[in-house]
């Protein structure tokens, strides 16, 4: 279920300046806030957020040597000036992309990765696809303004949260400063993360800041709490960093990542007819956890599809049932229910049945 807050919305006495933002729960996906979240726009070098994952999902070891190419010497914007005949690991390099938002590093892990840029942006858009972006087109991996280069606060939310949960990217863009090799003009590079909510939101864990004339000021900033995380994409937004710490707050004030149905839960006992055993147990396999306030907790409806008594034979694990999980009119959850253990048929047809069925089944084993 998704919470669509229209234009110009307000929570706590606050109204987003954004032109347009999305907050979302990370495991679920769920829609907290919106505005114009489906709005195309530049997003400048939160881009990166994007080429970090096509690098990380097409690159099997982080420090092999990047031979840096030519043309990522003297790309313009931010920089961690890389020299000609320079070599970094493709970790550290993603360190100064993430940390500093070097688009000298974007360019050479896009041409280390493949032949071109169209290639890589090619990759990009993959990248996106596979996280259910499906509004977005790129066109260089740095994020400087140039036509065809785009996305919305809910793609860019939806590649971010995926981009969190590779182990990886959530280290480098929850740290706050680290060093990594240097060059002739100096040996060592100090990188300092520019996203300042490291150093003053509770629970903070990323991600990444991002300006051009035609973006603004862009943002994509994400925290933690008591399991709970919350990825917030704020475009073209002066105060971006403030605005997004009070969507964060008033989400962790509202919502909670709430345990509905746990992994192999069982469920009850149902009747056996002609079976050997009068009942048996039934559970459902998959487990299931969904942000909700506390007033929607209360409204959640469990419907289930389960017969009063079942005929034996009844193998393990099979079909006998199934279950919802509503909240209000919206369907939640829905999974299967399986019997827990095997019962056999009290009917003398039915066990020479499976007496027949077993011994077929071992001689075709033995043939």
């Known amino acids: ?25 990370k495991t679920t996906g769920r829609i907290i806030y919106s505005k114009n979240s489906d ?27 990047v031979n840096v190419d ?27 992309m ?7 590093a974007a360019t050479a892990l896009a041409y280390h990765i493949s032949d071109s840029i169209e290639a890589f942006c090619a990759l990009m858009l993959e990248t996106a696809k596979r996280a259910g972006a499906t509004n977005s087109s790129f066109s260089n991996p740095h994020g400087l303004d140039e036509e065809g280069h785009y996305t919305t606060a809910h793609d860019l939310a939806l590649i971010t949260a995926k981009a969190l949960s590779n182990q990886t990217f959530a280290e480098i863009v929850s740290t706050r400063e680290c060093k990594i090799s240097g060059n002739e003009k100096a040996p060592v590079r100090y990188l300092k993360n520019k996203n300042k909510l490291l150093n003053s939101f509770e629970g903070a864990t990323g991600v990444k800041t991002g ?14 709490r008591d399991g709970t995380e919350f990825v917030c994409v704020i475009f073209n937004c002066g105060p971006m960093f403030e605005e997004c710490a009070t969507l964060l707050e008033e989400a962790f004030k509202e919502y909670k990542l709430i345990e509905i149905v746990p992994p192999y839960n069982y469920i ?21 956890s969904y942000p909700l306030t506390e007033e929607e907790q209360n409204r959640l409806i469990y419907e289930y599809d389960i017969p009063e008594n079942i005929e034996a034979p009844i193998e393990k694990d099979s079909i006998v049932g199934k279950f919802n999980i509503y909240l209000g009119d919206k ?27 077993n011994w077929n089944t071992n001689f075709l084993d033995i043939a």
């Not at 010497?73 to 005949?85: A, C, E, H, N, R």
């Not at 993430?98 to 000298?104: A, K, Q, T």
């Not at 300006?211 to 933690?224: I, L, M, P, Q």
């Not at 002609?274 to 147990?281: A, I, N, R, V």
């Open 268 to 288: 009850r006992r149902v009747g056996v007819i002609d079976g050997k055993e009068e009942s048996l147990k039934v559970y459902s396999r998959k487990g299931f």
């Open 98 to 104: 993430m940390l500093v938002s070097g688009n000298d």
């Open 39 to 65: 709005e195309k726009l530049p997003m400048a070098s939160t881009t990166k957020i994007v080429t970090a994952l096509t690098v990380l999902e097409n690159c099997d070891n982080l420090d092999e040597i």
């Open 211 to 224: 300006f051009t004339d035609d973006a603004g000021r862009c943002f994509v900033g994400s925290a933690e």
């Open 1 to 25: 279920i998704n919470v669509f807050i229209p234009k110009g919305f307000a929570i706590a006495n606050f109204q987003t300046s954004a032109k347009s933002m999305e907050l979302i729960e």
């Open 331 to 357: 369907l939640l959850f829905s999974e299967e229910v399986y019997a827990m253990e095997e019962v056999k048929s009290v009917n003398f047809f039915d066990n020479i049945k499976e007496i027949i069925r």
């Open 70 to 96: 030519d043309r990522a010497i003297g790309v313009p914007g931010t920089s961690i000036y890389l020299i000609k005949g320079e070599k970094l690991t493709v970790r550290e390099l993603l360190y100064g």
